[in-house]
Structures are given as C-alpha cells and as structure tokens.
C-alpha cells in the first residue's frame, strides 16, 4: 500500500493594515473604478515594520498546526515559498522553525515566485509519499509592499502582503494529493523581475536611481502568458487524473487577475461558484495566494471530504504549476 499526502490543516495570516482603492487614490494617479474594472481588486493588506514576513509565517503556520492537531516538535521539515525574505540569510524557514520551537525540523526556502506554494506543496509531496510517518509544515508567505514602487502605479496597485500555510501528513487511504505538475520558462523572466539588490546587481546608488530596487512588469505579456500557461496545465492535471472540467468541485488559482479567472473559468466552462475568488480583499499575494485562498475556502466549508480540488498558479521566472487533490 503506497502512502499518500493529505492536507489536514490549513491557516492564514494578514497584517493589520488594510489599504483600499480610494486609499491609493489619495497617493496616486489612479482610480478605484480602474483598478476594479481591470483586476477586481478592492482592498490589500500592507505589513508594519513589525510585521516582517518570517512573523505572517509564524502566524499562519499556527493557525494551520492547531487545524491539524500537530505540535511544532512533530514537525520533520518546513518549507516556505517567497520571494521577499526578511533578509538574503537566514530563509525564513530557520526563523519560523526557531519561532515555532520545531526543533526536530528541517527548513528551507524556495524561490518560485506566484508557484512558490505549489513547489513546495509537490516537495511535501515527495517527502509523505517516501515515508507516510513525516508531518511537513508548507508556507506561502510575503512582504511585497517592501518591494514595490510607490510611486509607480502601474504595479503598486495590484500586490498586498499576507501568509498561508498546510500541515501536510500521510495516509494509507486513495485521497490526498493525487498528481502534481511544475513548470518554468526562464527565457521569459524579464518579463517580470526585481533585477536588484541580487548578487548580480548589488547595493549601488546606480541600481537604486534605476528603481531596480523594485517589481517591474510588463504587464500585457504576463497577463497573455499567465492564460495561455494555467489552461494548459490545468487540461494536463485533468488528463493526468481522468477527470474532465466537470469532474473540478473547485479551482483555486493564484490570485492575480480577476479577468484572468474569468478567462479561465469562460475557457474551461466552469460554473462561477467553483472557481475561488478573494483577490477584491487581498490583492495578489504571490506565494501566499493559494494557502490564503485554500484556508479561507476550508474555513468557509467549501471541502468536503471526497471533493476534486485543482489548485494551479502562474508567476515570475516565469514558473507554473498545478496539484490536483482529493480532498
Ligand atoms: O503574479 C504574477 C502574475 N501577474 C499577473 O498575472 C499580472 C498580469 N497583468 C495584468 O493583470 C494586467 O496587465 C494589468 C492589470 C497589470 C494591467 O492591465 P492592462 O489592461 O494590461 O493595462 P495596461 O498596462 O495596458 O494599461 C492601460 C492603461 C495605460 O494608459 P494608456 O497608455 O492607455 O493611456 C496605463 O498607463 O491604463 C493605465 N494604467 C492605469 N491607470 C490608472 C496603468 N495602471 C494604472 C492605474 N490607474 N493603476
């Protein structure tokens, strides 16, 4: 009998600040109408310096243990999908594993962008598979706010700040996490970069007066390849189950771009209230989309045991992915 990984807990976290549209308005050339009509975002939330993204972790991966009836000291491994760190080192895995006291654990990061959560989510996946007893903490968590310009409102708009986290763990049962697909395009990554503050590009004046500091994005070429990219991993995922589009109980996807969901569910010809949307209150939260998403719907009681979820993500590098699960 082969041992496969379920979720038993989710859990998310938000700092305390919330900025809405009419907020930025007053900061910015920009309209509440434009940014709804044209990303269904109303609302995001913003950290405080005291509220560093390794904290958003701990706080969600809280949420998620006591979900799952697991202690800190339970944990073998914790992985965190992100791309804005509290700092180069560290990861913030290691500060969520001293935080949590999850002495036993391993931890690490991983660098996947908007797929982050969903990389992870396929490494947990190998570790349970390999041995049914392990308990993996998985984390979605960023500060994005710290790495966008203010002043461009071509960007600042779209991105917010915010955690989730799973508890995934084995079980002998034919449930769980039943296939999982990663893919990359790396000659397509300036499409979507921050190009300093790396090793390549280190800490000059030079670097900050071009705003490398920051996101740039061309924003029509993500947006074409983000559609083109989530349907045909979600026609992969499906084919790799022998499910059809009827078949899907939800599609939670990164939450980028509410005409990108709709995209996708006028595409796959999926009724409205299958596909998870929460991107009017949070914005896109790049790896911490999809655990925020995944923890709201549980917490809502939209997955029932048995349900077929189909969870699927698009983001810098570029990197995409799914994993379908039974819930
Ligand atoms: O997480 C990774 C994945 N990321 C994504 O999937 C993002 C994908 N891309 C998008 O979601 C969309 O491309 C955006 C929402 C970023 C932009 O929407 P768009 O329909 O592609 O707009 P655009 O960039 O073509 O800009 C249209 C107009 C421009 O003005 P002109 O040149 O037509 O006069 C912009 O300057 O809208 C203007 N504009 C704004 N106006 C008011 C751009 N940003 C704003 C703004 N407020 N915040």
Redesign the pocket.
């Known amino acids: 009998m082969t041992n496969r990984a379920v979720i038993t807990g989710t859990g998310a976290f938000l700092p305390r600040k919330v900025v809405t549209n009419r907020d930025?308005e007053a900061e910015?050339?920009?309209?509440d109408e434009?940014?709804r009509t044209?990303?269904g975002i109303r609302q995001r939330y913003i950290a405080g310096d005291d509220e560093p993204n390794s904290y958003l972790a701990v706080n969600a991966s809280r949420r998620a243990m006591e979900m799952a009836g697991v202690n800190p000291s339970e944990l073998d491994m914790i992985i965190v999908g992100t791309l804005t760190p509290d700092m180069p080192m560290p990861s913030v895995a290691c500060l969520v594993q001293k935080e949590l006291g999850a002495k036993k654990a391993g931890a690490f990061d991983l660098s996947a962008?908007?797929s982050g959560f969903l990389y992870g989510l396929s490494i947990a996946d190998k570790f349970v598979r390999d041995n049914g007893r392990m308990k993996v903490l998985v984390i979605g968590s960023e500060v994005l706010s710290r790495r966008v310009n203010w002043q461009d409102?071509?960007?600042?708009?779209?991105f917010g700040d915010g955690a989730g986290a799973a508890v995934i763990t084995g079980t002998r049962e034919k449930r769980g996490i039943l296939s999982t697909h990663l893919h990359a395009d790396g000659s397509l990554w300036e499409f979507?970069a921050i190009r300093g503050l790396g090793t390549a590009q280190p800490v000059t004046q030079d670097v900050l007066d071009k705003g490398w500091q920051y996101i740039e994005?061309s924003?029509?070429d993500?947006?074409k390849n983000?559609v083109r990219a989530l349907e045909s991993v979600t026609l992969e995922a499906l084919e790799a189950n022998h499910w059809t589009a009827d078949d899907l109980d939800l599609l939670i996807c990164?939450q980028?771009?509410m005409?990108?969901l709709d995209h996708l569910r006028e595409r796959l010809g999926l009724a409205q209230e299958k596909v998870f949307i929460n991107i009017d209150k949070y914005g896109?939260t790049?790896a911490a989309?999809i655990p925020i998403a995944l923890d709201e719907a549980n917490r809502a009681g939209m997955l029932n045991p048995g349900m077929k979820v189909l969870m699927i993500a698009?983001?810098?590098g570029f990197t995409w992915g799914a994993v379908a699960l039974e819930w």
């Open positions: 930025l910015i050339d920009t309209t434009w940014i044209r990303t962008t908007c409102r071509t960007t600042c708009v779209l979507l994005m924003g029509r993500v947006f983000a990164h980028a771009n005409r990108i896109n790049s989309s698009f983001g810098g």
